[in-house]
């Protein structure tokens, strides 16, 4: 089979399960659709809360473990590492194996890895742990994007998919205040130990419910030198963006990284259009709807996901609110991404994804740039506005840019688009939250030595300027221990301000690129091999 056939064929015929004699009924639980839909949505959860959820343990596992900050950091960048890098091989696999099969072991391993962590006495073993954990949720999502396109048919995916993004949105917005909770009045283990009843419930529920569907025409073998330099490129380049705010954008080791990701990037294409059944068929990019789908993610995962980044810090270091409080004043933007997200599938099957996500990311601009005002005594209302706004934008983008992408590849490929579709948002998370920390960095180390000055504070070494600074960009006051409280309180000041200049003109550069999303939303459309007599099951 060659790349153009994968592209070309499309059709009812599919949409194959893997046993005839497994049919689903409107009585049956087995390949029900909405129940599909709750299945993938447990396994889904755990994934996504361990975005933000951990963030909240990592000063209690430093704390426990003796580990300095750089371990902990790898923490977080090992899971997103290993994620990042493993997504569209992932969905690779479902399309081969199957996404039911995928799921479930993508499923078990995450629990399992998850339990382990929990059960660790060394940073070195939980992050390790955390490597597996990313690798098995790499399995898990792009399957059950597989399995919603297999399921629901067109007139319904939306909504579907809409569900699903509620799921995502609120379980990365609540993570926090999960987080808190547990590490506040249990422990910071409780924090991996809730997965494993989590993964064991979607476990029964997927071997119970989930329905193997194939399509006729899957790929039968595998490009192993295209996963090769795939992965590869991914890692070169996630790795420059994970380290360039140490090594800093001018460094020679950051651009060698990106260089060499580009180089790996290229020999990938260039092999793609050699092999008989490519990883990716470069073919997919043809189609110019699912090409912005996947640039209107990074667009989107760039100014939320860096914008979001600094108001945590606001939340905690300027306002000085616990990790509770700070997550439940993130409620408005968790609540908007509830209620939007099922609207804005039915608002985009019944006018298309082309206005409902240029206006979502238009609502996306506006919340970035009000953002932008935020000031160091604003109050709770103000940023309720904000955050309920940039929900309710983010709410038709997170579920018509996965539509847009998942539809308009075949059913062949769903695996490999919902890879697409993940990898676009870890790719687009990390590029915002190293761009805008770059933005935030210039800004602080330039405004820092003046805004000290006029405050009368006494001088600063270069050394503990640069200490000073490190910690204002976190929005934290460097006061050191014994120092006179009217004078703490004046370093905390300057502090403060410098850091809120730094995130206003990082939210504007948010903002700017929420409007270049804009215009890549006009490009898209529905999906073009979304079958309208496809899934089987009665809704």
């Known amino acids: 089979m060659t790349s153009q056939t994968a592209i070309d064929s499309t059709g009812p015929g599919d949409r194959t399960p893997a046993d005839p004699s497994e049919e689903p009924s409107a009585a049956g639980l ?3 659709p909405w129940f599909t839909l709750l299945t993938v949505a447990v396994g889904v959860m755990m994934v996504a809360l361990d975005g933000t959820i951990v963030a909240i343990a990592n000063p209690a596992i430093a704390s426990d473990l003796g580990a300095t900050f750089a371990q902990v950091q790898w923490i ?6 290993a994620l990042a890098v493993s997504l569209i091989t992932a969905g690779k696999l479902g399309d081969r194996f199957g996404h039911r099969q995928t799921f479930l072991i993508g499923v078990v391993g995450f629990a399992a890895a998850s339990g382990a962590i929990g059960l660790s006495d060394s940073i070195a073993l939980v992050v390790v742990f955390r490597v597996f954990q990313g690798l098995f949720g790499a399995l898990l999502m792009p399957a059950a994007l597989g399995l919603l396109r297999a399921t ?12 699903w993004g509620m799921v995502i949105g609120a379980s990365t917005a609540g993570g926090p205040i999960l987080g808190g909770v547990l590490v506040e009045h249990v422990n910071w283990q409780s924090v991996f130990f809730i997965n494993v009843p989590v993964g064991a419930l979607a476990l029964v529920l997927g071997v119970l419910i989930l329905l193997d569907h194939r399509a006729e025409n899957a790929p039968r073998s595998f490009d ?11 890692f070169c380049l996630v790795w420059a963006l994970i380290k360039a705010p140490a090594w800093g954008w001018g460094d020679g080791a950051t651009w060698a990284f990106v260089l060499g990701s580009a180089v790996l990037f290229a020999a990938f294409a260039y092999w793609e259009t050699k092999v008989r059944e490519p990883l990716i068929p470069l073919g997919l990019f043809r189609s110019v709807p699912l090409s912005a789908g996947v640039i209107l993610m990074v667009l989107m995962a760039v100014a939320f996901l860096g914008g979001l980044f600094f108001v945590t810090f606001y939340l905690q270091n300027v306002h000085g609110m616990s990790p509770i409080d700070a997550g439940l004043h993130l409620l408005p933007l968790t609540g908007m991404m509830i209620v939007g997200s099922p609207l804005a599938g039915a608002l985009i099957t019944k006018l298309g994804p082309r206005i409902p996500l240029a206006g979502g990311m238009a609502a996306t601009a506006i919340a970035m740039y009000g953002m932008s005002t935020l000031e160091t005594d604003t109050g709770s209302g103000v940023m309720s506005v904000w955050f309920a706004l940039l929900g309710l934008g983010l709410a038709p983008v997170m579920v018509g840019a996965t539509e847009v992408i998942v539809g308009n590849a075949p059913m062949e490929l769903s695996g490999v688009a919902g890879g697409l579709q993940q990898a676009a948002m870890q790719i687009g998370g990390s590029l915002g939250t190293a761009v805008l920390g770059a933005v935030m960095a210039s800004k602080v180390d330039s405004d820092l030595p003046a805004n000290w000055k006029d405050a009368g504070l006494p001088p600063l070494t270069p050394a503990q300027l640069d200490q000073a600074s490190e910690a204002v960009q976190v929005g934290a006051a460097p006061v050191p221990k014994g120092t006179p409280e009217a004078l703490a309180a004046k370093i905390a000041g300057v502090a403060h301000d410098t850091f809120i200049s730094g995130m206003s003109l990082a939210s504007l550069v948010a903002s700017g690129v929420a409007v270049v999303a ?10 073009e091999n979304a079958d309208a007599g496809a899934g089987a099951a009665h809704i």
């Open 30 to 32: 087995r390949g029900h």
């Open 76 to 81: 977080t960048n090992a899971y997103f590492l």
């Open 152 to 163: 629901f048919p067109a007139e319904k995916l939306n909504m579907a998919i809409g569900l």
């Open 224 to 234: 192993l030198l295209g996963i090769a330099l795939l992965s590869g490129a991914m």
């Open 518 to 527: 804009v215009v890549v939303a006009l490009f898209t459309r529905r999906g």
